[in-house]
């Protein structure tokens, strides 16, 4: 008997997990007006909770995809591990978490990583611009605001994430 290698993707896949990431850059480029206002935490956790280590292929996606617009430049280096680092805390939470517990933990998460984004952000550009450890901080404190208007925003279309995450696994199921 020949075992298939499950590590293969599917043409289906491969189509999904592109028109997926294309979804989260198009949504980050209709949404900037709002600052640090997005759907990138929300449709990052779904991924994962549907996906699970082939979510970081649509999240990867839309990196590529951000960085061909936009430009290969400083900015864009933290977001080769931001978006991970949502990826691999949303792993880490049980897959079958009750509902009644699911609809509080997957915001609660998303609004951390909203508030922890400039922190997240910070070593790179501490390397990058050679900042001191009291730069770094204050470089972290100059952003705070708008990463506390991250967090809230994450978590309002965090509530989001439950009810996109069971739609998307009925519609994915038989790929």
């Known amino acids: 008997m020949i075992r298939q290698n499950r590590t293969k993707l599917s043409i289906k896949e491969i189509c999904l997990f592109a028109i997926l ?5 198009i949504s980050k480029i209709v949404m900037e007006a709002l600052p640090n206002i997005h759907l990138l935490g929300m449709l990052t956790v779904t991924y994962t909770i549907v996906f699970r280590k ?3 292929i ?14 290969f430049n400083a900015w864009w280096l933290p977001y080769l591990y931001i978006w991970t680092i949502l990826w691999g805390v949303t792993m880490l939470l049980p897959k079958n978490m009750p509902k009644a517990v699911a ?12 508030l922890f984004f ?7 550009q ?4 050679h900042f001191t450890f009291e730069q ?3 470089w972290i ?4 605001t708008f990463d506390i208007i991250h967090m809230v925003g994450n978590f309002a279309v965090g509530l989001l994430i439950y009810p996109v995450s069971v739609t998307l696994k009925k519609l994915v199921k038989d790929i």
């Open 21 to 25: 990431g294309a979804l989260m850059f």
């Open 54 to 56: 082939k979510a970081l």
């Open 58 to 71: 649509p999240i990867y996606v839309y990196v590529l995809l951000n960085g061909l617009y936009a430009g």
């Open 103 to 114: 609809v509080v933990v997957y915001p609660i998460v998303c609004a951390l990583h909203g």
């Open 118 to 124: 400039g922190a997240l952000y910070a070593p790179v």
């Open 126 to 129: 501490a390397l990058m611009f």
């Open 136 to 138: 770094t901080l204050a």
């Open 141 to 144: 404190a100059a952003g705070l």
